[in-house]
């Protein structure tokens, strides 16, 4: 599922380390979310819309069945 | 900024690793005990078991630790167990096969050298799925 993440992230300034701390997850979890490597839970990608404050099918982008 | 902060990969094998070390020194000095001829029979066998309380409290330790972890990692962590698992069915049965058709010698092929080779599965399955997501 691709997502803007990374965007979102750069447009506020934020390094992954000071995102993942936000949403309480590891570094790494941001970075594989961001490369699409990872699709987070419904609630770490509400988490995310809330941090956001976008709705969660603005960030994550439906690729349909892959 | 006053987010709880996540255990990173790191910590989770940081934080029981002190109980792993205590688990193998016990090993160790229980194989020791063993060589020794001298010792009762009662002597030996509680230096076989030894090892066994040290080993619970380091695999709790494991658990416990596993609980902090965060959605990826418990993910990257239950592939690697289940790969760890299917490599461990294939290592037995293939072990299993073998002695059908010959007599495996128990001074390389008992339990005691068996299941060491389960947790170098376990690793290869963590670095295996760790690659996957890095």
Redesign the interface.
Known sequence: MKNRLKVLRAERDWSQADLAERLEVSRQTVNSIETGKYDPSLPLAFRIGRLFGRPVEEIFIDGGDQ | ?N???????ASFTARPAVWVVAWLVAWFLARLVLEGATVPTWGRVAAALAPVPVAAVALLSIVRSARDL????R?IQLEALAIAFLLTMLLLMTLGLIELAVALNPDDWSYRHVWAMLPVLYFAGLAWTRR???
């Open positions: 900024m987010a709880k902060s996540v255990p990173s990969a965060d959605e990826l990692e993910r996957r997501y890095a």
